[in-house]
């Protein structure tokens, strides 16, 4: 079965609204990363998480790794927050698996 | 420079030809990647270099050949290309063993196949 599984699929918020992405994972982690990709770019890694709370800006990223979940916190959202969230879960062994992305829409 | 490159941005291809496409970085990262990502699926990792040597994914082991001639460069090659294959493929790369592996992506090539 898969192995990250991310929600929500896709998401509207309005402006100035908070959202909550999230990544379960089934199995064993080294660490969750998690990226941002806007319309047409490249995706940017936003954080490396292998357990806690991290910081940047607006955003947050925790990870629980006895529950096997790891979730993004967006605050105060801003239309340029807009588009695509993946997260990716790192097994070691230099491997890498994604779940399918949260699409993030903010509106003025 | 943290970046990576990918060449070209968009390729067209025809079934049945073959398919060779470019990564490069010089950021001296010993681990590149090859995921391929279709529309609303997560990107699926294909093979990757860790220094020299390559791994590939079991169930593409015979879809997809690479090479990595220097540190700085890697390709990724499609011996005959089906319909199956349009996607988007993206290029990673990795320093290993710093405790904070991040990966860098490039922007990736559009390849349709017809």
């Known amino acids: 079965g898969q192995q990250v599984q991310q929600s929500p699929a896709s998401l509207v918020l309005q402006e100035g609204e908070n959202a909550e992405l999230q990544c379960n994972f089934s199995?064993?982690?080294?660490?969750m990363q998690w990226f941002y990709q806007r319309p047409g770019g490249s995706l940017v890694s936003l954080f490396y998480?292998?357990?806690g709370t991290k910081h940047s800006g607006r955003l947050t990223s925790t990870t629980v790794i006895k529950e096997r979940r790891s979730s993004l916190h967006i605050s105060s959202s801003q239309t340029t927050d807009s588009g695509t969230y993946l997260c990716?879960?790192?097994?070691?062994?230099?491997?890498?698996?994604f779940g399918a992305g949260t699409r993030l829409k903010v509106i003025a | 420079d943290t970046t990576v490159k990918q060449n070209p941005r968009y390729k067209l291809a025809r079934v049945g030809k073959p398919v060779n496409l470019i990564c490069s970085q010089t950021?001296?990262?010993?681990?590149m990647y090859w995921y391929q990502k279709k529309p609303n699926q997560a990107p699926k990792l294909l093979l990757f270099?860790?220094?020299?040597?390559?791994?590939r994914e079991a169930d593409t082991f015979e879809k997809f050949q690479s090479s990595r001639p220097n540190n700085s460069f890697c390709s990724l090659y499609i011996g005959s290309a089906g319909l199956e294959y349009s996607a988007m493929y993206l290029c990673?790369?990795?320093?290993?063993?710093?405790?904070?592996?991040?990966?860098?992506f490039g922007h990736g090539t559009k390849l349709s196949v017809l």
């Open positions: 990673a790369s990795s320093r290993a063993g710093q405790g904070n592996e991040r990966l860098f």
């Open positions: 199995t064993s982690l080294n660490s």
């Open positions: 998480n292998p357990s």
């Open positions: 990716a879960l790192d097994t070691g062994n230099y491997k890498y698996v």
């Open positions: 950021m001296n990262h010993d681990t």
């Open positions: 270099y860790y220094d020299k040597i390559l791994n």
